[in-house]
């Protein structure tokens, strides 16, 4: 992962620490990114409301129960 730990037990200033690591934290979610797109954050206009999507889950999870019960 990164020094932080090792700097920090240098006698390395906290501030100065994160500092220094940062670049290879940077550098780590930037693949992240690349690997699962999703993990994204969204634009605030574009997010769900919480409440709306278990509304939408509870309908889905209604209608697939429903399906099984005839079968």
Known sequence: ???YDQLLLAGVD???ARRRVQ???NAMIDRW???RPE???RPVEK???PRELA???LV???IIMERLAKR
């Open 55 to 57: 509304a939408e889950i």
């Open 47 to 49: 997010r769900i409301d």
């Open 14 to 16: 906290r501030a100065d």
């Open 23 to 25: 670049p290879k934290v």
């Open 33 to 35: 990114k690349k690997k």
């Open 39 to 41: 993990l994204i954050a």
């Open 60 to 62: 889905s999870h209604k």
């Open 1 to 3: 992962m990164t020094d």
